[in-house]
């Protein structure tokens, strides 16, 4: 089945360096990858997100690439701080089609724990 | 102020006890999911409707069941718990289907099945 694989599962950086963490999915008419940040204790929060018609998306700090023939996209923190630190969920649009039924949703891949060291 | 509210946000029980756990949402979203967090695993999609009496099976709906009969509410219902769904729970919602945008999450709730 389809499914979305990320890596690293964990990763450290010094305050102020960059963080890149990688996805790929399997389904080729996927076309909406969003990033969700989970602090701590709390709910997953979306934090970016690219379409299929999209190479690249840029919000202050983080931005979001995606190579459609590759089938995989990344995410790019730079100057990380100490708030940085939280576990990051990539996932990827699936649009399914059975007989009389279609049903699109988002699978999630198994995140990144990333660690800000001050 | 919009959100998504789960009750309650930590519950304790055992092996058979029939239990729901509520979810409400007051941003008028059509579509609503719930899912497992378990370490390793991500989030996975247990069930999801897309509108009121609309529900259906996710990747993992094996032991849970889901009613939609208003809008805002979407309770998961555990019928017979195991301890194999000793999980962390997230309800979401979004104003369309999540392949499109945004979903947003309740805050939790972490279930221990003795």
């Known amino acids: 089945g389809e499914n979305v694989e990320q890596h690293p599962s964990t990763l450290s950086v010094q305050e102020g360096d960059s963080a890149v963490i990688k996805c790929t999915y399997s389904?080729?008419?996927?076309?909406?990858f969003p990033w969700y940040k989970q602090e701590l204790g709390k709910r997953p929060q979306l934090i970016i997100d690219i379409r299929s018609n999209v190479g690249e998306k840029k919000d202050q700090r983080i931005a979001v690439t995606l190579n459609k023939t590759a089938k995989h996209f990344s995410l790019h923190i730079t100057e990380t701080q100490p708030e940085d630190s939280a576990v990051y969920f990539c996932?990827?649009?699936?649009?399914?089609?059975?007989?009389?039924?279609?049903?699109?949703?988002?699978?999630f891949g198994p995140g990144t724990s990333l660690s800000v060291i001050p | 102020e919009a959100q998504v509210t789960q009750n309650p946000r930590y519950l304790i029980t055992v092996t058979g006890k029939k239990l729901t756990v509520t979810c409400s949402q007051n941003m008028n979203h059509e579509y609503m999911s719930w899912y497992r967090q378990d370490p390793g695993l991500g989030l996975r999609q247990i069930y999801y409707?897309?509108?009121?009496?609309?529900?259906d099976k996710g990747d993992v709906p094996e032991g849970y069941k889901v009613s939609r009969k208003e809008k805002r509410n979407f309770p998961l219902i555990l019928e017979s718990p195991s301890p194999n769904q000793t999980s962390l729970y997230f309800c979401a919602s979004s104003p369309s289907p999540p392949s499109y945008n945004e979903q947003f999450f309740g805050p939790g709730t972490r279930l221990t099945v003795l």
């Open positions: 409707s897309m509108n009121v009496e609309v529900t």
């Open positions: 389904d080729s008419a996927s076309n909406y």
């Open positions: 996932a990827a649009s699936i649009l399914t089609s059975l007989s009389k039924t279609s049903y699109d949703k988002v699978i």
